[in-house]
């Protein structure tokens, strides 16, 4: 009889050992899972010496124009402001935002983007929430000089809308062979281009009535031209959507450029 008491005390104490393991063991494993999280990203806010007191959306545009007047020597009142947006720099994406040197992991800086131009030539600044801490980026979106070509080119009001294509031409060839092949779209006359400077583009836009070219600027990457596109302000009263065609000279872009038409406001 006690001998069966004392085997079944030695099993409760096994069992509380094997017990105390099997946490110990959990534990460890809890601990080493968590430890290859993810860590969360610092948001890194502006040093009170360095955050203006207004609207800080007044304060980036002052910044920016003082330091593009500093850079090219000009009235900082003289940049025309094109956009304003909210921003978030990060680690992956810090544009040209001076990177606070306390900061080494992932991060977060609330803040903002700002294109001005000035003489044909796009500026960007950055900067963060506190508006005091910015910088003027170097790379820049270049103007494209381009105009309608209305008087040289013909458009058929018959012709089917096809926005996918964008018809490119750099050459007398170029333009008989379009004139062979697409005249169901338009007719275009050889003797006005002067094919040396100018390209001659065209393609469809959801726009109406008589679009007209705002701009046109190299993408960021500088391979891609974008042609803004806007109805004048005379018939404001008559936008729609209907589908127009549109033909523009674009100072002559490198041969492997793309093209691309966007309708704007």
């Given at each position: 009889?006690?001998?069966?008491?004392?085997?079944?005390?030695?099993?409760?104490?096994?069992?509380?050992?094997?017990?105390?393991?099997?946490?110990?063991?959990?534990?460890?494993a809890c601990d080493d899972f968590y430890s290859d999280s993810l860590p969360t990203p610092d948001i890194a806010q502006p040093t009170p010496a360095n955050v203006q007191i207004g609207d800080p959306q007044t304060l980036v545009e002052a910044s920016a124009r003082d330091a593009m007047a500093a850079r090219l020597g000009i009235d900082p009142t003289s940049p025309k402001?094109?956009?304003?947006?909210?921003?978030?720099?990060?680690?992956?994406?810090?544009?040209?935002?001076?990177?606070?040197?306390?900061?080494?992991?992932?991060?977060?800086?609330?803040?903002?983007?700002?294109?001005?131009?000035?003489?044909?030539?796009?500026?960007?600044?950055?900067?963060?929430?506190?508006?005091?801490?910015?910088?003027?980026?170097?790379?820049?979106?270049?103007?494209?000089?381009?105009?309608?070509?209305?008087?040289?080119?013909?458009?058929?009001?018959?012709?089917?809308?096809?926005?996918?294509?964008?018809?490119?031409?750099?050459?007398?060839?170029?333009?008989?062979?379009?004139?062979?092949?697409?005249?169901?779209?338009?007719?275009?006359?050889?003797?006005?281009?002067?094919?040396?400077?100018?390209?001659?583009?065209?393609?469809?836009?959801?726009?109406?009535?008589?679009?007209?070219?705002?701009?046109?600027?190299?993408?960021?990457?500088?391979?891609?031209?974008?042609?803004?596109?806007?109805?004048?302000?005379?018939?404001?009263?008559?936008?729609?959507?209907?589908?127009?065609?549109?033909?523009?000279?674009?100072?002559?872009?490198?041969?492997?450029?793309?093209?691309?038409?966007?309708?704007?406001?």
């Amino acid at each position: 009889m006690s001998r069966i008491k004392i085997s079944s005390r030695q099993n409760h104490r096994l069992l509380v050992a094997l017990i105390a393991v099997l946490v110990a063991l959990l534990a460890t494993a809890c601990d080493d899972f968590y430890s290859d999280s993810l860590p969360t990203p610092d948001i890194a806010q502006p040093t009170p010496a360095n955050v203006q007191i207004g609207d800080p959306q007044t304060l980036v545009e002052a910044s920016a124009r003082d330091a593009m007047a500093a850079r090219l020597g000009i009235d900082p009142t003289s940049p025309k402001k094109i956009l304003l947006q909210y921003e978030t720099w990060t680690e992956q994406n810090p544009g040209c935002y001076p990177t606070p040197a306390s900061i080494t992991g992932a991060y977060l800086i609330p803040g903002y983007r700002l294109l001005m131009l000035q003489n044909g030539v796009f500026y960007e600044y950055n900067a963060d929430e506190g508006a005091g801490t910015g910088a003027l980026c170097e790379s820049t979106f270049q103007v494209v000089p381009a105009e309608p070509a209305h008087s040289i080119v013909k458009p058929s009001d018959s012709a089917t809308p096809d926005f996918d294509i964008v018809h490119i031409l750099r050459s007398d060839e170029d333009v008989a062979e379009f004139n062979s092949t697409g005249s169901g779209m338009a007719v275009i006359g050889v003797d006005e281009i002067d094919f040396s400077a100018e390209v001659l583009v065209g393609g469809w836009v959801n726009s109406s009535p008589n679009p007209e070219v705002v701009r046109a600027y190299k993408s960021e990457e500088g391979t891609s031209i974008i042609i803004e596109i806007a109805v004048p302000k005379e018939f404001e009263e008559e936008i729609s959507t209907a589908p127009s065609q549109i033909w523009v000279l674009v100072d002559s872009t490198s041969p492997d450029s793309a093209y691309e038409f966007i309708v704007v406001d």
